[in-house]
């Protein structure tokens, strides 16, 4: 991690012991700008700092001297933007908790990871049969022009619009757009979504394991403009969790000899924010009656009673409920609910009107945007959003929507790394050597002894429910799933 990577800059700035990581810093003060690095950093800051101190009279001031000024600096800014709380009660402790779960990494099965291998490349061997035998000609699958080539003028489908450079597009959209206009269709997108998992993760990941059989991922701090952690080398938090193949790809990770793992994940963390921050009477209270809070919207929408919602307006009600924490708007929407945008923009203004408190959060917080040119997490975090006042249209109807999924995914964010101190703090799970071992979003992995599993994880679902964002305690209850097993799959 970057604590053991960088020693020489983890100064102590002012007081002892409260040391300073220059990066997370950096990071704070600008979450877009992708290097927090001791070389990009002197360069962008070095030449400032090094006027300020000649004109102290100080001589050429060396690395350290520059390194101590520029946390000094770095510390005012935070302290002038709010962020030092932030800076000092959570991401700074965060560190050695990362670090520890790098460190820890997970164990795989590789015999599980074997078999699930072998059963994807004979599927895979057969689907590529069938797909010659239905394009009525061989050809690399996997290469976006010969692809193109097949569908567009060998079996004479209508072609989409092009790419940059000229060729005819061959994405995830196009294809599902011609699902239903030839057979060989649906058997490349399954070919895809196999060679994915093949060529993403059964294929490289048994690489990776240490003498241990365990596996070591990288989380990195800095790499959201919405504070959530990202995890590279290799990426565990994108493994996938549905279907009968994610069942499958998550049971190959398994908790060592006489160890079990404990699975707790947030329910809805995102919208039990979103009520909170915009204190909307319909979805507080549908979360305080421990209601199905997509029934309920759907129920609002259509005007009907909620045990008369059907699963497909259910399915509307929680599409638009999600999508809008993402900021989609009536194009998106109406391709993803396959209705008109007309419709969706429909569906859109009723949902807002019978949403009001919703309907006013979000007007509230591009406003402030709008004002203050950026947006605040319950956490306290910041993101800038220069382009909110753009003239062009589309690069402000992006920066609304950065601001709204900021506010929303940025105080989530907040509460999972509150939850993971607050698990890596206590005192009891030490006693019961329960290790924190990966972070995925809403969902914390731990390893514990097996006849220490139930207390470790109705002690940890405890900790999750009980986080206060900045002190402050939700109008919602936050509501923890939890499980223990052998394997990742059986635990989740």
Excluded at 142 to 160: E, I, K, M, T, Y
Excluded at 174 to 192: C, F, M, W
Excluded at 441 to 470: I, S
Aim: aromatic letters at 6%; charged letters at 25%; proline letters at 5%.
């Amino acid at each position: 991690g970057m604590l053991t990577s960088a020693p020489c800059w983890q100064f102590l700035a002012g007081r002892a012991g409260d040391s300073i990581e220059q990066g997370v810093a950096a990071y704070l003060l600008n979450p877009e700008e992708n290097d927090y690095g001791w070389p990009r950093l002197s360069a962008r800051w070095g030449a400032v700092l090094r006027h300020e101190l000649e004109s102290r009279g100080e001589t050429a001031p060396g690395p350290a001297r520059l390194g101590l000024a520029m946390a000094q600096l770095f510390e005012q800014r935070m302290e002038k933007d709010g962020l030092l709380e932030l800076f000092r009660r959570l991401e700074m402790p965060l560190l050695p908790v990362l670090a520890g779960m790098e460190q820890s990494g997970v164990a795989i099965d590789a015999a599980a990871f074997r078999a699930f291998l072998d059963d994807v490349q004979g599927r895979l061997d057969q689907l590529t049969a069938h797909v010659y035998e239905l394009a009525g000609t061989q050809f690399n699958i996997r290469s976006a022009q010969q692809l193109g080539d097949v569908l567009f003028n060998g079996l004479g489908l209508p072609a989409p619009r092009k790419t940059k450079g000229g060729q005819a597009s061959t994405s995830q959209q196009t294809l599902e757009k011609l699902a239903g206009q030839h057979p060989v269709v649906d058997s490349i997108l399954q070919y895809r979504k196999l060679e994915k998992m093949r060529s993403t993760y059964l294929d490289p990941l048994p690489r990776l394991v240490d003498p241990q059989g365990r596996i070591h991922t990288t989380f990195n701090q800095k790499a959201t403009a919405t504070g959530r952690l990202s995890s590279s080398n290799p990426n565990l938090q994108n493994i996938p969790v549905r279907g009968p193949l994610g069942k499958r790809m998550r049971s190959c990770f398994i908790a060592g000899p006489g160890r079990l793992l404990v699975s707790a994940d947030y329910s809805q963390v995102e919208l039990r924010v979103l009520a909170h921050v915009s204190q909307d009477p319909a979805l507080l209270e549908a979360f305080r009656n421990g209601e199905d809070i997509h029934a309920r919207t759907a129920a609002l929408v259509y005007d009907l009673p909620p045990d008369q919602v059907s699963p497909d307006q259910r399915r509307n009600a929680k599409t638009i409920n999600f999508g809008l924490i993402y900021g989609m708007g009536a194009q998106k929407l109406a391709q993803e609910l396959k209705i008109s945008t007309t419709q969706a923009k429909d569906f859109i203004a009723r949902y807002f009107e019978r949403l009001q408190g919703l309907k006013e959060f979000y007007e509230g917080v591009e406003a402030s945007a709008r004002k203050h040119g950026f947006v605040t997490t319950l956490g306290g975090r910041r993101r800038l959003l220069p382009d909110i006042n753009s003239a062009s249209g589309q690069a402000a109807a992006l920066a609304r929507r950065q601001a709204i999924n900021t506010v929303i995914q940025g105080s989530a964010a907040d509460i999972i790394k509150l939850a993971m101190l607050a698990v890596a703090r206590d005192e009891r799970l030490r006693e019961l050597d329960a290790r924190l071992l990966l972070q995925v979003h809403d969902e914390l992995l731990l390893e514990v002894p097996a006849d220490a599993a139930e207390e470790a994880g109705a002690l940890v679902a405890r900790l999750m429910q009980d986080v206060c964002p900045a002190g402050k305690e939700l109008s919602v209850p936050l509501l923890v799933d939890w499980g223990t097993g052998h394997d990742w799959g059986a635990a989740h």
